[in-house]
């Protein structure tokens, strides 16, 4: 019996080493590894593509003997195949994005170790599947090319026809750039070429935050109001409008807000038609920060134009983001950052930064401007409000109930609650800091605050997943609210109904900083009279449909 099932076993193995099912075999893993990270013509590409090193198994079984150089390089190329597909299933599955987008471009950029050792541990099983994925690949294709009979064999004119027909076809294919750009080792050594340059474009921003000072130094913006003023901006991290109560959703996720838009009733606006034009965070500060009257006009960063006209400017952040930091808050006379742990798994509480905002506010300057950069719902959603602090988690509602409908899973249910209770924290610290800027010691004649999320964030809205989406509304709604302690008589009762994009906020922070120089443009100003609106161009049709307001 054991010799049976000896000799059937030497049988398989034999058949098994014929170069032809060796052929079979290794060509139809790749396939499998690239099919759940492409579709559709660019899977054929690259089928094509790798066709030339997969027929190299016939030139090894025709050679009379084994060929190690040639093997080798066979399995090499056949494991950069297999990582492009295996690498683009993770990415398009984690973020709905391809590798070489901005998204994926500038958080690898502006990845640590530490960061990324962190999100490892977060994004584990996912990982972990996928690397016994590649290492099962990777094995079954080292052992097939190690033991492929080599023995010289021919094959009919026919084979070989065919045979130099596709090899022909496949080299022509990587003559075609268009084709050739796709090819994994060609396409990932670009890709990291390109976070080279996203890194080294980070190192030259203090020429560019010098030039930027020169510029606005030579306009000379003034501050056309008389008196002192207090302008606060608050920025938010991945905050969702439709996940606001004060926006009409079911939960109960900004009491405060809410109370404080009832009192102050003309002076807050709540903008009901907020978008964001980017899905994370770089992107969004880059426009959200420049004052560009036209595309082909040379952008001016606001908090250059404000120090040019006299503001003391401060940055208070409990993010630990180096591209934000040398981008954006380098640019301010004081910069103060609480968070010192980078990555997804910081438990620094926004909350936190408010005594640094409330000493801001008790600065003798007469006129001062304060960024306040909050990590928000930012991910992990569990560690944005304080422990033990999530009212959501052990009831039923309106919510639980629509998820259930939309047969969202378990996962995304529960992730869904600690997003709220995140909001619910998030709404406590945000009115917090309105109330510091209305009873700061150093009253100014005018005082006007700002909020605002650089982006959204898909929790089970629109798909059954988590995190960051550009390629749906969820990854773009935001909130926008002001308020002014001084509003003009005329100014229109239906601000709120107004659209507004965050790549034009400059223009309307402009307006609270009381800004003025030769060429200003009003036209993007959401508190304009001659405001015009033009709906922002995203992946998407635009809605502007938004739960109704509560009163």
């Avoid at 170790?113 to 977060?122: D, N, T, V």
């Amino acid at each position: 019996m054991i010799e049976m099932v000896k000799n059937f076993g030497d049988r398989v193995w034999c058949t098994i080493k014929k170069p032809e099912l060796v052929f079979a075999i290794i060509l139809l893993s790749v396939f499998s590894a690239l099919s759940i990270g492409h579709e559709g013509l660019r899977l054929v590409k690259l089928l094509v593509l790798y066709l030339p090193y997969c027929f190299l198994i016939f030139l090894f079984a025709n050679s009379g003997g084994p060929s190690w150089i040639g093997k080798t390089f066979v399995w090499f190329v056949t494991l950069a195949f297999y990582v492009d597909g295996i690498a683009r299933y993770y990415l398009r599955e984690a973020y709905d994005a391809a590798p070489d987008s901005a998204l994926v471009l500038n958080a690898v950029a502006n990845t640590n170790l530490r960061e990324s050792i962190e999100y490892a541990f977060a994004n584990s099983v996912l990982l972990i599947c996928l690397g016994l994925l590649f290492f099962f690949l990777a094995t079954l294709s080292l052992v097939l090319l190690i033991s492929v009979d080599s023995a010289p064999r021919s094959y009919s004119k026919a084979i070989w026809f065919i045979v130099v027909l596709l090899m022909t076809f496949s080299l022509v294919a990587h003559v075609n750039k268009p084709w050739r750009k796709l090819h994994p080792i060609i396409f990932w050594k670009n890709w990291q070429e390109s976070i080279s340059l996203v890194q080294t474009e980070w190192v030259n921003q203090f020429a560019i935050r010098e030039e930027q000072f020169t510029r606005a130094k030579t306009l000379a913006p003034k501050v056309e109001r008389k008196g002192s003023s207090t302008i606060v901006l608050v920025i938010a991290d991945s905050i969702n409008r439709d996940n606001l109560g004060i926006y009409g959703y079911p939960r109960n996720t900004t009491p405060m807000l809410s109370l404080k838009r009832r009192d102050a009733g003309r002076n807050m606006v709540v903008f009901r038609n907020s978008w964001s034009l980017d899905a994370s965070t770089i992107p969004a500060f880059e426009r959200m920060f420049s004052l560009q009257a036209a595309p082909t006009d040379n952008s001016l960063h606001l908090l250059a134009m404000a120090r040019a006209a006299g503001y003391k400017t401060w940055w208070v952040s409990n993010h630990d983001d180096v591209a934000i930091e040398s981008r954006h808050a380098s640019y301010a006379d004081i910069v103060e950052l609480i968070n010192r742990t980078p990555g997804r798994s910081s438990s620094s509480l926004d909350g936190d930064i408010l005594n640094l905002l409330e000493e801001a506010l008790k600065d003798g300057a007469e006129n001062k401007f304060i960024v306040v950069h909050l990590l928000g719902a930012h991910p992990h959603y569990s560690l944005r409000y304080p422990k033990n602090e999530n009212p959501f988690d052990d009831t039923t509602d309106d919510v639980d109930r629509e998820m259930e409908a939309k047969n969202r899973s378990f996962w995304v249910r529960g992730f869904r609650e600690q997003y709220d209770a995140a909001i619910l924290y998030h709404d406590s610290v945000i009115a917090k800091t309105l109330d510091l800027m209305k009873i700061s010691e150093s009253s100014s004649d005018y005082q006007a605050w700002m909020y605002l999320s650089d982006h959204g964030q898909e929790v089970g809205h629109l798909l059954n997943k988590v995190g960051h989406s550009p390629s749906t509304e969820s990854g773009y709604r935001i909130p926008t609210i002001i308020w002014r302690n001084k509003i003009e008589s005329d100014s229109p009762d239906n601000l709120g109904d107004r659209g507004f994009r965050s790549d034009w906020a400059s223009w309307t922070i402009a307006d609270l900083l009381s800004l003025q120089w030769d060429g200003k443009s009003s036209k993007s100003n959401i508190l304009a009279e001659n405001y015009q609106w033009i709906a922002p161009k995203l992946p998407f049709p635009l809605t502007e449909a938004t739960p109704s307001m509560q009163p």
